[in-house]
């Protein structure tokens, strides 16, 4: 692991220190079963790299993470799931260490699974289009 932070519980998962059950580890990303899951086979996928947010990440773990992940949803069968990231604490985030959620949406049941608030708002196309110039000129 190229970035390892002592008291962090992911890096103890990472290095045996802590038990969790694990459905997939290649170089660069382990997976495991969540311990307190919406569903059933909530699971997570973790970079063997400490980084607290997403854009704080290597490119080189970015690009490992979602193909395990798909392996996750496809080994499952899900047909209905949520990948979910949180980054901050105002945005969910409990663990200070990227993860990635796979979290299957069982049919049968609407509160299981993730439930999402979508408060989305109309805004004028003039407003859509500065916003637009703003991020377009940064990247
Ligand atoms: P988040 O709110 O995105 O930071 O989610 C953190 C997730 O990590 C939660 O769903 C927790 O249930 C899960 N979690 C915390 N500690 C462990 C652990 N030791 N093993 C497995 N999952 C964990």
Redesign the pocket.
Known sequence: MSASSPLC??C??IKGE????KLVETEKVIS???????AKG?S?VIPKYHAEKFHELPDDYVSDVLPVAKKIAVASGLSNYNI???NGRIA?????HV?F?VIPKPSESENEGLVVGWPAHQVPNDQLKQVWEEIKGKL
């Open positions: 519980i992911f103890k998962i802590i038990p969790a059950l495991f079963l969540d311990i307190n899951p919406l909530h997570l979910l990231q949180n969910h985030q409990e663990v200070p993860h959620h």
